[in-house]
């Protein structure tokens, strides 16, 4: 991993974070991986974060007392009910943007690093293969231009199943956010990216969760599922632990990322 530039602010994303594993998993690693890489943000994406679809009050505080500073999610977050009036009275758990009006919960949020810089975040659902949702394109447009008027850093958690959609939403965005990063899919890609106007791209940041399982899934579960072609219970698998993320080297005064990296980090869990 490279050295951190001085004057830039570096922001950690981790994927989508699942289950007890998942958790075991930031509890682990993310604290000296906040010290050896001088992270000034956190940022984790925790729809999956308790069991394998959904996330309680309980393991959000516990995610954000580990660490995370703010926490992102997608379509899976509505799967437990518990976590509505959390969702309408926390400023550190978004939802996806895009839902239509009146639903519980915020899209965006602009928080400070211990340094005091402004870091603005917004979160945004995909529509191919997923939800009949308000467009992201046009919902982001209205937000990122909020969010602009208040700081230069802004990154983008864009939960989406096309890697098409995913792709787009990136280069439209380009120039106008510090980086636009995939979630969702649970298996990282290897495309990171700085695209011309300085905002960083990936299709999918990956999963933070049990190495020994199909996205987090117990592998039996899945493949029996796959095989039947009938519903079956899911719950988180056990074997390994791994943190999937990127690191994000920002300027606070133009807003551009000067340089993405990749990583996986993996224990005995």
């Known amino acids: ?39 000034d943000f956190v940022i984790a994406n925790a729809e999956n974060g308790a069991g394998v679809a959904g996330l309680t009050p309980k393991v959000a505080d516990e995610l954000l007392e580990s660490g995370v500073d703010l926490l992102t999610s997608g379509n899976h977050i509505w799967r437990k009910k518990e976590i509505e009036p959390y969702l309408e009275e926390s400023s550190r758990l978004l939802r996806p943007a895009n ?41 982001g447009d209205e937000l990122i231009s909020r969010l602009s008027e208040k700081t230069k850093i802004i990154v983008v958690d864009f939960h989406a199943e096309a890697t ?17 990063v995939g979630t969702h899919t649970h298996v990282q890609t290897a495309d990171e990216q700085i695209r011309p106007s300085g905002t960083a791209f990936i299709t ?53 990322t000067e340089a993405i990296q990749r990583i996986r980090l993996s224990v005995e869990g």
């Open 99 to 139: 839902y239509p009006a009146g639903v519980v919960g915020k899209g965006h949020a602009l928080m400070k690093t211990a340094g005091g810089t402004a870091v603005g975040v917004l979160n945004l659902e995909g529509r191919v293969f997923m939800s009949p949702l308000e467009s992201p394109f046009k919902v």
């Open 1 to 39: 991993m490279r050295g951190k530039v001085p004057g830039l602010i570096r922001i950690l994303f981790i994927g989508d974070i699942v289950g007890k594993p998942g958790r075991l998993a930031i509890r682990t690693l993310l604290p000296q991986l906040i010290g050896s890489e001088e992270i």
């Open 164 to 180: 098409s959609e995913k792709q787009a939403l990136g280069w439209y965005f380009d120039g106008r956010v510090s980086a636009v």
């Open 204 to 256: 999918d940041v990956g999963m933070t969760g049990a190495t020994d399982s199909v996205i987090g899934i117990r592998k039996e579960e899945a493949i029996a599922q796959l095989i039947s072609q009938t519903p079956k219970k899911f719950t988180p698998a056990k074997g390994g632990l791994q943190l999937q993320a990127v690191i994000l080297d920002v300027s606070p005064e133009s807003g551009r």
